[in-house]
């Protein structure tokens, strides 16, 4: 299938074309023949007016829809695969109308859809399609809908107002009033002989798909960036949605699902909802409810929401009540590969979850979404390629990547085009960071078991290599564990000397920014800004170098800048700075820990070396001489960090 904006492309010239001969062709008095003209403006490719006697467009003409089109009573309009319609960027005036007893027939196919859109596909640039029937809702028969005022509603639930197969709409939910907007999708008690199938709408500025009372099910739908809601049903809507799915990037939409007023019980089976912008997923206004089965969340900051107080029992998921502190995360999601109709049209997105068992690249030309544990497996190799943005679940401790032993992780970040992982508008302990383990030494000893996750970690390969990181910042993480352990933003597990570590920035943790347990490995350039335990800890003998460190504290009640415990393996860190505007300790060591570290550079701590457990001072060696409690070591140069825009990434 031709992309979408390839497409527009094209029609670009033939417009040029159909503009000039549908001027050339006007009639100077169109109401004294108005079918004619319709039927006449339809063969230049111009939806224009009431149409009047069944008609079939044809495929190889791209169609211009200029004013309102529709569709009366009796007759059937026809729309191959293949067929595009641009429509004007005309508000409400645009838009295409099925009314009561008509019947349209979109037959696209799944490689060839048809389409419908404005020619840039904004928001709110027309008014999309309505479709009235004869089927029964709580509005009563011959009811006045709020688009058009057309007239709808009957006692024919098994109506058939037609078919809709492989359709594809973008840019509609134009503004009728301060309280009415069109949807991309308008079903007005549409009754269940009607066929829907395979169709998607993307950047509406109100619903994706909105029923009003009806019978009328319908099976894979794709909604993406509409900025109401994607579902919206009322009026006593009693069909199915069977494979749903709903992508959501773009801030201040209203919800995934909202169900109003009566409730009719419909079945929504296989709904994935992904969000990449929080918000609200499922909304239930007053009685309202349905029976979803399979249901997949991801990224939402309110998963159920009763608006009106509604009792949660009116809303089954896989044959339970809804539950509000449900993550509803564990669902199989919709698969959308054979989903071609919507090719080049959707917003790549791919989610994070399972375990890798063979080598994997993640690509900045996709969205991914972190919705649980991720972990690469003994022989894999997981490749982020540069500018890759992965959105985690605030999922806390079931939200985490790590590389096993033997697995490998590798990621291609550059200086203008960093990675980034982290939660939607990150908070500390939204997720659990990244942790890798490998086979160096540790005093742990061989095959000790993590803290974070019960991962093995740990051998005597002190050369082992686990991958390299360059360029990439996390946000966000730290979730807890239990009592006494957190995850950090990044732990490494006996990482060996093999493994190459540089440019890395740790933000917003609610845990240590990093910590070393055991192993050989060094990093060169490490940012660190408000982890709220210790911004670099190690333990477990980790004898490797950090080369440029600059840390921040901005908010009270962190730990301490530098923490070192047990066994004393002699870490090197070369070029170390570290500033607090809320006072705090500096660098603590515990037991026998201690470190060489040359050019140090202190600045608003209440306490600059403090040994926990009367350590030696001399284990501990600043700028070839032992630690003293007294100096205020101010003089050393201050890491320049004024290169390191990369610090600065965030989720777009």
């Known amino acids: 299938m031709k992309n979408f904006k390839t497409k527009i492309i094209a029609f670009l010239t033939t417009y040029i074309l159909l503009v000039s001969v549908g001027c050339a062709n006007d009639d100077p008095n169109p109401l004294d023949n108005q079918t004619s003209d319709v039927i006449e403006n339809l063969k230049n490719g111009i939806l224009d007016g009431t149409l009047e006697e069944d008609f079939t467009l044809n495929p190889s003409t791209i169609y211009k829809l200029t004013n309102s089109f529709i569709v009366k009573s009796g007759i059937t309009f026809n729309i191959p695969a293949g067929t595009q319609v641009v429509a004007d960027n005309g508000g409400t005036d645009i838009y295409i109308a099925v009314l009561k007893g008509a019947k349209i027939k979109i037959n696209g196919t799944n490689s060839n859809p048809v389409i419908m859109s404005s020619i840039d596909g904004n928001a709110g640039d027309w008014g999309g399609l309505t479709i009235c029937g004869n089927a029964t809702t709580t509005a009563g028969v011959d009811a006045t809908a709020e688009v058009g005022g057309f007239i709808y509603g009957g006692l024919d639930d098994t ?31 549409v009754g269940s002989g009607t066929l829907i199938e395979n169709i998607a709408v993307i950047d509406g500025a109100d619903d994706g798909i909105e029923f009003f009372g009806g019978t009328v099910s319908a099976t894979n739908v794709y909604l993406e960036n509409n900025e109401d809601d994607a579902i919206d049903w009322t009026e006593g809507w009693s069909g199915t949605l069977e494979n749903s799915y709903v992508l959501n990037t773009a801030a201040g939409f209203s919800t995934v699902v909202e169900g109003d007023k009566d409730n009719s019980n419909p079945k929504l089976i296989n709904l994935t909802a992904i969000s990449t912008a929080e918000g609200t997923a499922l909304q239930f206004k007053k009685e309202s409810g349905a029976t979803i089965t399979n249901l997949y969340l991801s990224g939402y900051e309110t998963n159920i929401d009763m608006k009106d107080g509604g009792t949660l029992s009116n809303v089954k ?18 698969d959308l590969s054979g989903w071609e109709f919507i090719n080049g049209e959707l917003v790549p997105i791919e989610i994070l979850n399972g375990e890798i068992t063979t080598d994997k690249t993640l690509s900045a030309s996709t969205k991914y979404a972190l919705t649980g544990s991720y972990i690469v497996k003994f022989g894999a190799k997981l490749t982020i390629e540069a500018g890759t943005q992965i959105y985690a679940d605030k999922g806390g401790v079931d939200v985490y990547i790590a590389v096993l032993k033997g697995g490998q992780i590798d990621i291609q970040g550059t200086a203008n085009e960093p990675v980034v992982m982290s939660s939607v508008n990150p908070s500390p302990a939204d997720w659990g960071g990244l942790t890798i383990c490998g086979n160096a030494s540790t005093t742990a000893g061989t ?46 597990y006996a990482v060996g000397s093999g493994t190459t570590i540089n440019n890395i920035a740790v933000i917003d943790g609610a845990d240590d920014g990093i910590e070393f347990f055991g ?44 923490e070192g415990d047990k066994m004393n393996n002699n870490p090197k860190f070369d070029n170390v700075t570290a500033i607090s505007s809320v006072d705090g300790t500096a660098l603590q060591f515990k037991k026998e820990s201690g470190a060489t570290i040359t050019n140090l550079y202190l600045e608003g701590y209440t306490k600059n070396i403090d040994m926990k457990d009367n350590g030696a001072l001399s284990n501990v060696k600043i700028d070839d001489k032992d630690a003293t409690t007294t100096d205020p070591y101010n003089t050393g140069a201050e890491v320049d960090i004024s290169v390191w825009q990369w610090i600065d990434a965030k989720l777009e």
């Open 159 to 189: 109506d058939n107002s037609g078919i809709i197969k492989n359709l594809v709409i973008k840019g509609t939910g134009a503004q009728i009033n301060a309280e009415s907007q069109y949807n991309g999708i308008s079903f007005y008690a």
């Open 317 to 334: 998921i896989d044959g339970a009540d809804a539950d509000l502190s449900n993550p509803y995360n564990s669902g199989t999601p919709v």
């Open 447 to 492: 095959d000790a078991t993590a803290e974070v996750g019960g991962f093995i970690y740990g051998d005597t390969i002190d050369n082992d290599n686990s991958g390299s990181i360059n360029y990439l910042v996390i946000r966000g993480t730290g979730a807890q564990i239990n009592s006494e352990s957190q995850y950090n933003g990044i732990s490494l």
């Open 519 to 562: 192993g050989t490995v060094s990093v060169t350039n490490l940012y660190l800004e408000n982890n709220e335990d210790d911004s670099i800890d190690w333990t477990e003998g980790w004898n490797g170098t950090v080369t440029n460190t600059y840390i921040s504290h901005t908010i009270e009640g962190f730990s301490t800048a530098f």
